[in-house]
T-cell receptor, first 110, second 112 residues
Framework: DAKTTQPPSMDCAEGRAANLPCNHS???????VYWYRQIHSQGPQYIIH???NNETNEMASLIITEDRKSSTLILPHATLRDTAVYYC???????????FGDGTTLTVKP | NAGVTQTPKFQVLKTGQSMTLQCAQD?????MSWYRQDPGMGLRLIHY???????DQGEVPNGYNVSRSTTEDFPLRLLSAAPSQTSVYFC???????????FGQGTRLTVV
C-alpha cells in the first residue's frame, strides 16, 4: 500500500471550513483514499473514501487531484467536536493491510 | 448489531505473563486487523486476516500471535508480556476491500 504524508497539526476557527491535505504520490491505480478520525483515545471513525472522483457525504467532502497524488478532506463548517486526529490512508486490494501514519491533529478553536 | 467488540477494556499484566485480547464482530466481515497505538502516535498494524483460516503479519508482529478459526473472532495473544507492549490495542473489521473499516473501542494494556 502507498504511504501518505500529512501535516502534523492544523488549527481552524469554529464555523469555518477545515481543509486537511494529504500527499500520496505513490498511489497505484486500484488503491482508494480513505479518511478516518480519532477523537481522544476512542477507536478511529470512518469519514469518507474515494478512488478518482470527488466524494461528499453528510460529514465531509473529499477532493482528489486528477493525478491522484494528493487529496483534501474538507469539513465545511467545523465545530469544536471536530477536534481530533485525522488519518489519511491508502488502501489497495488487500483490505486488511491498511497502515496508518501519525495523522493530522486538527484543533477547532472558538 | 453490536459492531466490533473488544474485551477486556483494561488489563494490567506482569512481565512474562501471557494473555489473550478478544475481538468479535457480528457483521460477517471477511477482513479483521489488530493495531497498537502508543501514546501520541498513530496506529501500527500488528496482524491481519482476510478470512477464516488465513492470517498474515503487519508492521509490528513480534511478540504476538493470532488465529482466525471463525469469521466472527480474531483473538490476539501476547506470548510473554513485556513493558514495551504497554499500549492501546484496537481491533478492526471490514466487509469488502473497498468498504470502510469499523474499529472497536480499544483495550488499554499496561505491562509492569
Amino acid at each position: 500500500d502507498a504511504k501518505t504524508t500529512q501535516p502534523p497539526s492544523m488549527d481552524c476557527a469554529e464555523g469555518r471550513a477545515a481543509n486537511l491535505p494529504c500527499n500520496h504520490s505513490t498511489i497505484s491505480g486500484n488503491e482508494y483514499v480513505y479518511w478516518y478520525r480519532q477523537i481522544h483515545s476512542q477507536g478511529p471513525q470512518y469519514i469518507i473514501h474515494g478512488l478518482k472522483n470527488n466524494e461528499t457525504n453528510e460529514m465531509a467532502s473529499l477532493i482528489i487531484t486528477e493525478d491522484r497524488k494528493s487529496s483534501t478532506l474538507i469539513l465545511p463548517h467545523a465545530t469544536l467536536r471536530d477536534t481530533a486526529v485525522y488519518y489519511c490512508i491508502v488502501r489497495g486490494a488487500n483490505a486488511g493491510k491498511s497502515t496508518f501514519g501519525d495523522g493530522t491533529t486538527l484543533t477547532v478553536k472558538p | 448489531n453490536a459492531g466490533v467488540t473488544q474485551t477486556p477494556k483494561f488489563q494490567v499484566l506482569k512481565t512474562g505473563q501471557s494473555m489473550t485480547l478478544q475481538c468479535a464482530q457480528d457483521m460477517n466481515h471477511e477482513y479483521m486487523s489488530w493495531y497498537r497505538q502508543d501514546p501520541g502516535m498513530g496506529l501500527r498494524l500488528i496482524h491481519y486476516s482476510v478470512g477464516a483460516g488465513i492470517t498474515d503479519q503487519g508492521e509490528v508482529p513480534n511478540g504476538y500471535n493470532v488465529s482466525r478459526s471463525t469469521t466472527e473472532d480474531f483473538p490476539l495473544r501476547l506470548l510473554s508480556a513485556a513493558p514495551s507492549q504497554t499500549s492501546v490495542y484496537f481491533c478492526a473489521s471490514s466487509y469488502l476491500r473497498d468498504r470502510e473499516a469499523f474499529f472497536g473501542q480499544g483495550t488499554r494494556l499496561t505491562v509492569v
